[in-house]
């Protein structure tokens, strides 16, 4: 049987994962609670729930760059879900269009190698 | 400044999304601590913390269905990493690729709506 809805853990949240629903590319990680999956799943804009501001959050609500969801996906254990969206702008605060702009060498692992491989 | 290294939680984890470098398919969620992090960065073998079983995992150790880690980003506060993968083999305990297999309606929510879309 697989999980048909989120299965919240002990802090009432799963994790979100988000993928850009035209070129794949993998956007970001939050988490929902309840509130969030149920506003994202009626207003099919993607809503999260704020860990550090402890509130609801539609991604987009200050900057605009609503992301609108295309399809939710639930993995086999219920604790992480996949939107796959279509954004209206950058994902990450910084401007950047993914939050994982940043690689690390996989082979040396030291700092000095790490890269900006994003704009 | 940009995260160079994970920033494990309270719990000493990280979120691990794991992505098929060859097809950009989100293929499962899984958690990291810093012994999972450098073993992962050291074998090139996604390994990660198993929470239930609370000891390293990794993956494809009884399956054979290894990870072989392409390339590795870091999120823009460092507490989510991307895995992007050559998998030797299905992500999904089920024997599935992904873990991701079950859609859910965006547009109705209810049980029913759910569909098996992968294989």
Chains 1, 2 share one sequence.
């Not at 002990?10 to 979100?16: F, H, I, N, R, S």
């Not at 702008?89 to 000095?112: I, K, L, N, Q, S």
Request: charged content about 30%; aromatic content about 6%.
């Amino acid at each position: 049987m697989e999980a048909r809805e989120p299965r919240y853990g002990p802090d009432g949240l799963v994790t979100a994962v988000v993928q850009d629903a035209a070129t794949a590319e993998v956007l970001m990680v939050a988490h929902m609670n309840r509130d969030a999956w149920e506003a994202t799943m009626r207003t099919r804009h993607a809503t999260f729930f704020s860990r550090s501001r402890q509130r609801l959050w539609e991604k987009g609500e200050t900057s605009g760059n609503t992301m609108h969801v295309r399809t939710v996906r639930i993995d086999c254990d219920g604790d992480a879900v996949l939107l796959q969206v279509d954004p209206d702008g950058p994902a990450c605060h910084t401007g950047e269009r993914t939050c994982f702009f940043t690689e690390v060498d996989v082979a040396t692992e030291d700092a000095g190698a790490n890269t900006k491989v994003d704009s």
